[in-house]
């Protein structure tokens, strides 16, 4: 069952919450320190645009690359009002292709995690060491293996709305560190009635994370040719920890 297909259409409605104004000051303020502060950046795993035009907004000139037509539909009609000239690509982040190289490579909110093998991540990597510019910066977020096995684990979640509700069955395999998410969403039919009575479609997702931890990513980063500046929480912004959730990660570009 192939993730973000109708659940593209309601993934704005269950993030409204998500902290995007904020994720984009700590990406802006980390490319700055680096005197990135215009010029082409690229966000990988970019969704339905959310913090792609966060960042278009702030002066970068925006590619955003994703898997999923569906989400990608929904960040083109974004781009249709704002006005942003963002250029969207329909690719795999473990095979993208760009014309020439970027400024910096940014990919948050977990979008690294779906990446299940070590030598996926490492393809990925070695991609975005290629098309950075000399000495780019890659800034990166990724979900622990603490987050998933402790803070999550084998739970339900259920969220009921006006117009959308969902039920999220988690669950976690210590041995593979894969964390599966079966989720059973009810949103509301525009366009479909009867009888004058709402209709709510009803359909089903299963995605799949791999949990790792900060040591795993320095070894992906040191393989693939980047060159690991700095870790750290990226709730708090302070020193990684055990019980750190998600850790942000600053990488270098090395040579080709």
Not at 206 to 212: D, F, N, P, T
């Amino acid at each position: 069952m192939e993730a973000y297909t109708d659940f593209a259409s309601v993934y704005d409605r269950f993030m409204d919450e998500t902290p995007y104004e904020q994720w984009c000051d700590n990406i802006v303020r980390e490319l700055g320190a680096h005197d990135i502060k215009d010029g082409l950046v690229l966000e990988l795993g970019c969704g339905t645009g959310s913090m792609t035009e966060l960042l278009a907004a702030k002066g970068y000139d925006m590619i955003g690359v994703d898997c999923a037509d569906e989400m990608l539909n929904i960040a083109c009609a974004k781009r249709e009002q704002s006005g942003h000239d963002i250029l969207y690509l329909n690719q795999d982040m473990r095979s993208f292709e760009l014309y020439g190289t970027v400024r910096a490579v940014v990919s948050v909110c977990d979008s690294l995690n779906y990446l299940l093998e070590d030598e996926d991540v490492i393809e990925c990597f070695r991609l975005v060491n290629n098309y950075l510019d000399p000495k780019g910066i890659f800034f990166f977020d990724f979900n622990t293996r603490y987050k998933y096995e402790t803070v999550i684990g084998d739970s339900v979640i259920a969220e009921n709305r006006e117009d959308c509700s969902f039920i999220w069955e988690n669950y976690y395999d210590s041995e593979s560190d894969i964390n599966e998410y079966d989720l059973t969403i009810f949103a509301r039919n525009e366009e479909a009635s009867a009888d004058g009575q709402e209709l709510f479609s009803r359909f089903q997702e299963v995605h799949l994370q791999r949990g790792y931890t900060l040591e795993e990513m320095k070894h992906f980063i040191e393989a693939s040719g980047l060159v690991l500046i700095r870790a750290y929480d990226a709730d708090t912004l302070g020193e990684v920890t055990a019980q750190s959730e998600r850790i942000y990660c600053v990488a270098e570009e090395n040579g080709k």
